[in-house]
């Protein structure tokens, strides 16, 4: 019996190796991104891409007309984005307002329309330090809240299904390396130009999870 996967993929390591996981766990597989006005909406480009070698349906929501809610975030306002290490309290400023619960939202009413088993997403521990809808607690009341909205409404309910939840980048890497992820086909950095500025939070946790995990780094890095 094939079972169905709605899964949350931004076009990164983490969410495209989510997406080859799944895969090869056999779901049959719907990719959700978002275009939420983000500075680095390029990243929507490489979730696409995934979608197109996994054969995977595949939707972009357009979230744009939300940017002038979104405000004081680095990733959607006129706010610098900030350099140095991805766990510093400097990093608090890419935080956008209940992002996560947006998207795990749009997601949950697409399983439950078409019957998926799971809504999956990629977070991971090494968010945890800054972004508290990537943290345990939230995802545990989060699928807490979805069983109350959809009561009777969805069956089978579609699970949150968090398999990097408790683990760190550098373990997501090697799992993806070990799945053949292209990771030269993916994107991570805020700034969103031509390269990855080599710079920013999520370019040096990129870093530093491939030389942790002992994996090359086919990134190609402006500085």
Same mark, same amino acid.
């Given at each position: ?6 899964? @949350?993929?931004?076009g990164g390591v983490d969410s495209v190796t989510l997406a080859y996981l799944?895969?090869? !766990?056999?779901? +049959?597989?719907? %990719? @959700?991104?978002? +275009?939420?006005?983000?500075? /680095?909406?390029?990243?929507? !480009?490489? &979730? ?7 054969? &995977? ?17 680095? %990733? ?13 309290? *400097? ?6 307002? *209940?992002? *996560?619960? @947006? ?24 968010? /945890? ?26 069956? =089978? ?5 968090? =398999? ?14 070990? %799945?053949?992820?292209?990771?030269? +086909? ?9 390269? /990855? ?24 890095? %402006?500085?």
């Amino acid at each position: 019996m094939t079972h169905r996967a709605v899964a @949350i993929v931004s076009g990164g390591v983490d969410s495209v190796t989510l997406a080859y996981l799944l895969r090869s !766990e056999g779901f +049959d597989l719907h %990719l @959700i991104s978002f +275009d939420y006005g983000q500075r /680095h909406r390029k990243e929507v !480009e490489y &979730a696409r891409r995934c979608a197109a070698r996994l054969e &995977a349906s595949f939707d972009v929501v357009d979230l744009t007309s939300l940017r002038t809610l979104l405000r004081g975030s680095a %990733l959607t306002d006129d706010v610098e984005v900030p350099h140095g290490h991805y766990a510093a309290e *400097n990093m608090a400023v890419t935080v956008v307002p *209940n992002r *996560n619960a @947006i998207m795990l939202g749009v997601a949950y009413a697409a399983a439950a329309a078409e019957g998926a088993d799971v809504v999956a997403a990629g977070m991971h521990s090494g968010d /945890h330090f800054i972004y508290p809808d990537c943290r345990p607690r939230f995802i545990e009341a989060f699928e807490a809240m979805e069983r109350l909205s959809l009561e009777g409404a969805a069956s =089978p309910f579609p699970k949150l299904y968090t =398999p990097f939840l408790h683990s760190f980048k550098r373990d997501i890497v090697v799992q993806g390396a070990r %799945l053949g992820v292209p990771f030269e +086909d993916t994107w991570s950095c805020y700034e969103g130009r031509e390269l /990855h500025c080599g710079r920013c939070g999520t370019c040096v946790e990129r870093r530093e999870a491939f030389a942790l995990a002992g994996v090359p780094d086919p990134t190609r890095y %402006l500085e």
